[in-house]
């Protein structure tokens, strides 16, 4: 009797899925993002010290008996002296000289450690005087991350595997501020949060022209409660989606936020910055721009004629 055999062909075997869970938190990103994000970070911070959160240089003025100290800072690091006068101004003016230097590019790591440190303790201040703000989450994760890339030039098109992963975690910092955001209203605030009255509230408290009249049409602020825990909710879904779709919810959270600040006057600056980590932003190349637009100028200035005097006899 014959002996029967298969044709079996070899077939690839599918890829576990832990190789591609790392595959996508390692994927790698152009250099040139990475020196942009730096600067675009570093840059807020000296807006962030001199506009934004002015009131943490006042601290140096509110008695140090009213600081009540975060739990981090007074379990993780109880070192940390109290908000002193000479805290203040070290933090606030170490700031503002090292994050325009770091701007560039120069002794990244060391620079950037620094400033993260010196963010780290000027948050420490301003959020332990009653009230923590949740909209630097991101923001901080990505300050400490940043120093670990290293070097990194304005369109640099080389990847790397090291800088995907700092921006895969500054993307996630950014989602998890949503995600959690609406597990705190849960929590808090239960079911009825939905129909509640919170944003009525905020309205009465911030309101502005743009979200007074919506005081009338109750209806109108039930709906946009709902919208915002779907908002919120679902916004990891920005992970599963094509990546030419991607920029576009990236835009539309950013008119979340500019609604948000029509309406509320609530901000959320340092964490629109993280979320940049989205974007193609090795793209932006501000010396090349600043370069060619020189090499223009003085191109110009080379082809015109030189002045003919006359001389006279």
Known sequence: MAE????????????????????????????????ALRTLVYLFIVFDVLV????????????TDLYV?????????????DPSTAVVQICTWGLLILSPIAAIGIFPRLLGSAIFLLYFEW??????????????FAFLVALALLPTIGRARHGDSRLSEKAGWAFRVIQLSVIATYFLAAWAKFRFG???WLWGTSLTWAILRRGTEWSNWMLDHVWMIKTSQVGIIAFELFSPIIFFVNERIRPYIIGYFYLFHLFTWLAITISFAPHLVAMASFLALERFRPLHWAKRGLDRVTGRLRREPAPVTDAAG
């Open 69 to 81: 100290p975060l739990n981090v800072d007074e379990y993780l690091f109880p070192f940390i002296p």
């Open 123 to 136: 948050m420490l201040i301003f959020n332990s005087y009653g009230k923590v703000d949740h909209d630097r």
């Open 190 to 192: 239960g079911l009825e």
């Open 52 to 63: 934004y959160t002015e009131t943490a240089t006042n601290r140096v003025y509110v008695p």
């Open 4 to 35: 029967v055999t298969a044709d079996v062909r070899d077939e690839p075997a599918a890829e576990p899925t832990s190789n591609r869970f790392m595959r996508w938190l390692f994927a790698p990103v152009p250099l040139g993002r990475v020196a």
